[in-house]
């Protein structure tokens, strides 16, 4: 179990993390989420003992990483951004390198290193330079380092980045693997990505935590309401009007307009079947319609909207927040 | 420690990069040792072995930054620093290993250099007092500017840079030894003492003349030290700040 209590990190005046709290329980998969310079490298730089912390701590089964750093350290494997591979290095004598490097007894580094070489199957490429290996392998080299000493914690920043998409599942997969004797936090500033394996996220931006969640939670607040695209021809007044005074339309969010006379409506329904009115009431008006398609709220949306917006205490309220302080929103 | 160590020495080893070092150090060490002999004008060659290192030394110490240059800074830009600094090694047994993998290759090129004086012994006679003297005193030596070296690839980050900054701090110091006997600076007592304290040439002579003294031994060792120190507390630093 990893706790972090009030981390703070400056770089100079600039403060990258500021007292951010969370914790990763054991023999769970936390996902942790955030544009690109939100801080999620430098938090996990910081957990890993790269980097010394500003301020606050973080202990790591007991151990506080500066102050018992080799016994907290051994705990925990790393796969940084860029995989840390040496490129002029076979992958077999890398990782028995590493092995070393983390204190692994002789007798077991054989055992360890052919394990991890065999779940990220590189068994083949054990003789390959890592110079040679394109970038899905070497990042498979730099995962199969993070298992070796058998670290109850695994830090992953944003292991799929650069695979294909059938690489992106064998990732995956493996990390649900992992989780059974594994405790890992793992970023990305893809959502899908982190709800496909997550079961908690943390969301954070300018170095602070917007949210702490679950996925469950997270999606079961975001399929509430239904979203219906709709194009039509027409005056965007009077659409508007009309579809304002529809019984089961929740608010009309977004208004582009697509060529002249033509718009794509985005309107929040109570359910699906507001659509038939809404088709019958623009047609008896003599709006056509060219378009119409159903769409589920979508995680990006929220997170755009979590990492635009302010602190909230739960994912529920800020989901509430985002409904009602929407820019284009209007109530009917 | 010792996987660090030894990973290291692979680098040199299996790579062209040590035997390349090597021929080059041989090479010098051999002109040198050829061009004695072929000025040669009586049947008896007096020759020194010490005077050779001390005639090359501007080309010896030459070779020290480039042995030296890669350490850190390859560590730093291809990212495989942070491998080294989140495994359980501490910052000081980081920088000792590859201290003490540099100073093996260094090592190994000085003994393949006994090449020289050992086929002189089977035709001739070798003072080997002196001679084992000068290797130990150069050696020594080369520990100071392999610390110096390491150093500059920690602080620099970027190998090239620390291969010319480190070639300008040796050869400065030699060329302030020349600077030390000239007749301006021995008008200035002080200064003087100075520059001869510090000169590691000067020490050298002692050592090429078979005389071991423990002064000279305790100078270079803690010269190293403090040099390896201080590249452990660069590292740390550069943790802390990180810009």
Redesign the interface.
Known sequence: MVEIKNLSKY??RNQAVKGIDFEIRDNEILGFLGPNGAGKSTTM?II?????STGGTVTVNGFDITEQ???A??C?G?L?E????????RVE?YLK???????VPRAERKSQVEASMEKLRITDMRRRLIRNLSKGYKQRVGFA?ALLGSPKILILDEPTVGLDPAQVMEVRNLILELKKDHSIIFSSHILAEVSAVCERVVIINKGEIMAIDTIENLERNMTGNTILNLTADGDKEKITRLLKDIRGVVAIQNIEPVSENRHLYQIELENENVRNEIMSVLLNNQCSIAEMSLAKLNLEQVFMKLIQGQKKSSLQELIDETNASNPYDQEV | MFSLYKKELQSFFFSPFAYILTALFMLIFGFSFVTSIASMDSNVLKFSFPNIFYNNFFYFIFIIPILTMRSFADERRGGTEVLLLTSPLSVGKIVLAKFLSIATVFAVMMIASLFFPIFTALNGQVMWSSLICAYLGFFLWGLVCIAVGMLLSSLTGNAIIAAILGEIIMEGTLLADQLGGTALVNAYPKLNSLISWISMQRRFIYFSQGMFRLEDLIFFLSAAAVVICWNIIAIEKRRWSHS
């Not at chain 1, 890993?48 to 010394?52: E, I, M, Q, R």
């Not at chain 1, 390198?97 to 204190?103: E, I, R, Y």
Request: aromatic content about 16%; charged content about 20%.
């Open positions: 770089y100079g730089n890993a003992g790269y980097l010394p750093a080799a016994e350290k051994k925990i790393y940084p860029i995989p840390p591979v040496y490129p002029d290095m004598e390198f590493v092995a070393g490097l983390k204190g380092q």
